[in-house]
């Protein structure tokens, strides 16, 4: 007996070595250390006006065509013509479904693929929580510049639509989400043509005006138009992800960007559940709310299966070099301890949604009065899936939770499957880490899959190098905001990403980008 314990003693101390050894030799990427300066844009007053002028039209969209209120997509279209001359003279221009934006810049170089910069200028409903300060014409971009917020706000410190400029930023509904980026987009093509150096590539960019409500009748027709035009594109750049600053992420002191090579899936399936109705004072032994409530119940229990797709893999490839020891172990280990890894990652809620397809209980309706048995319960069961699912799979998946009950399952909104994943070892993306580390020396930056959905998707057949990215760095209390109260983008944040643009769109075709 107690030399079977040894043998096993001695068995478990050769596999720990064997554990150590696979980690101090899995391939995790360096961080890279870069003592260059960070690239600093001068504040420009003109730059900041003409956005903030753009965040005062209230261009909200609605899913209901028959509410939709086009004069202010009509105001904004104006607008941009009257803010950007010089690429309304240079540029071609047009309009796909009467508000579908895009430009064409002619490069030099016909036989070279194009590139396509997405945004869209619809923005989300500004909400009705209070407004602190509600003086109008706030232009103030040289205010000391206040620290980014630490909580989530409750109140907005300028009108949702002032377009502010105070504090060192640019307060309103649509700073982050998106028209910053599209704004971001024409200032840097406008630069290009003051700087006289075209391009060798076309450089397109396509503005959508209701990604905030599926995007059919903007990106779907841009890119159906792109189609029969028989365009394909070397890249295209769209919004996803971010970068997260130093401490967002557990286990890494360091910021990191999170370039999106693919997206997940989207599909809502409405769940109708059949019962015996009637008064309350004389209830079945089982009621349709009771029936909805076991099958809510499997759903949330028993998840779509979690794994670490090739993507996530080489996510944590990238950062695990900057992970506790313990973390690098049972990442460069997976064949023994992924079972470990994936119950660590499944506990948090943002981490979950990286591993697996997730279930998000929305939506219920039963009875209409408080002693009335309804005959039939209805809830909506959201799911976002992952690349490797399908949407067959996950209908198959809440076949089986509803099994035993009398149930009709709907598909409600517009179902989806995961994007393509877009490979991180080509120019493109290159191109993107060489832009980054310009204004951010020292950061990590890996490919990532983005758990919201985006215009992107839609063009994915015009394209196999799609990447979502906006380059701005922002905590979690700022990305809240996006959807929520007292929206802002910093001034720095902004004119860096201008910078950003422009050096991907003046340098793509001029030099061999290096990520060292």
């Known amino acids: 007996m107690k030399k079977l314990l040894l043998v096993l003693l001695l068995l478990l101390i050769v596999i720990f070595i064997g554990l150590v050894i696979n980690t101090l030799l899995f391939p995790f990427a360096k961080t890279k250390k870069n003592d260059a300066q960070a690239f600093q844009p001068m504040n420009n007053d003109s730059i900041l006006?003409?956005?903030?002028?753009?965040?005062?039209?209230?261009?909200?969209?609605?899913?209901?065509?028959?509410?939709?209120?086009?004069?202010p997509f009509d105001n904004f279209k104006q607008y941009i013509a009257a803010s950007y001359p010089l690429i309304h003279q240079q540029l071609e221009?047009?309009?796909?479904?009467?508000?579908?934006?895009?430009?064409?810049?002619?490069?030099?170089?016909?036989?070279?693929?194009?590139?396509?910069?997405?945004?869209?200028?619809?923005?989300?409903?500004?909400g009705s929580a209070e407004i602190k300060n509600k003086s109008e014409h706030v232009f103030r971009p040289s205010d000391k510049p206040l620290p980014?917020?630490?909580?989530i706000a409750e109140d907005w410190d300028y009108a949702p639509f002032s377009g502010a400029v105070a504090d060192g930023r640019i307060y309103g509904r649509g700073t982050l989400d998106m028209k910053g980026m599209l704004f971001s987009l024409l200032e840097a093509t406008q630069k290009i043509l003051r700087d006289e150096q075209r391009p060798q590539r076309d450089i397109y960019l396509a503005f959508g005006f209701d990604e905030e409500v599926g995007?059919?009748?903007?990106?779907?027709?841009?890119?159906a138009d792109f189609k029969r035009k028989g365009l394909r594109f070397e890249a295209v750049y769209d919004e996803g992800g971010l970068i997260l600053e130093k401490g967002s992420v557990n286990g890494i002191h360091s910021d990191v960007a999170l370039i999106g090579c693919a997206e997940k899936g989207f599909l809502s399936l409405k769940l109708k559940v059949k019962g015996l109705?009637?008064?309350?004072?004389?209830?079945p032994s089982e009621t349709a709310i009771g029936k909805a409530a076991v099958i809510m119940q499997r759903l949330e229990e028993q998840q779509m299966k979690p794994m670490i797709s090739p993507l996530i893999q080489r996510f944590f490839q990238q950062i695990g070099g900057s992970m506790p020891f313990i973390s690098r172990l049972a990442i460069a280990n997976r064949w023994l301890?992924?079972?470990m890894l994936l119950a660590q990652l499944t506990k948090n809620h943002s981490t979950n949604a990286l591993v697996r397809t997730t279930t998000a209980l929305t939506m219920m309706k039963g009875s209409d009065a408080p002693n009335v048995l309804s005959p039939e319960v209805e809830f909506v069961v959201n799911f976002r899936l992952l690349p490797e699912n399908t949407i067959q799979e996950v209908q198959a998946h809440v076949k089986k939770a509803t099994a035993g009950f009398d149930v009709e399952i709907e598909q409600v909104d517009n179902a989806r499957e995961a994007s393509n994943v877009s490979p991180s070892d080509t120019k493109a993306y290159q191109m993107m880490e060489a832009s980054i580390r310009k204004l951010y020396p020292d950061l990590i930056v890996t490919p990532y899959l983005t758990v919201g959905g985006t215009d992107a998707i839609k063009y994915q057949e015009l394209?196999?190098?799609?990447?979502?990215?906006m380059p701005i760095k922002i905590n979690h209390s700022e990305q809240q905001s996006m959807h929520s109260t007292n929206e802002y983008i910093s001034i720095e944040n902004y004119m860096k990403m201008i910078a950003y643009f422009y050096y991907i769109m003046r340098n793509y075709d001029d030099q061999i980008p290096s990520s060292k």
């Open 93 to 126: 221009i047009y309009t796909v479904h009467s508000y579908g934006l895009v430009f064409k810049l002619k490069g030099s170089n016909s036989n070279l693929l194009p590139l396509l910069f997405l945004s869209h200028y619809d923005v989300v409903p500004p």
């Open 49 to 71: 006006s003409r956005l903030a002028g753009g965040i005062k039209i209230p261009s909200v969209s609605n899913g209901d065509p028959n509410l939709f209120v086009y004069a």
């Open 215 to 223: 995007g059919e009748l903007g990106a779907s027709k841009i890119a």
């Open 277 to 283: 109705g009637g008064h309350s004072s004389m209830p």
């Open 337 to 339: 301890m992924e079972p």
């Open 148 to 151: 980014p917020v630490s909580t």
């Open 463 to 469: 394209s196999k190098n799609i990447y979502r990215f």
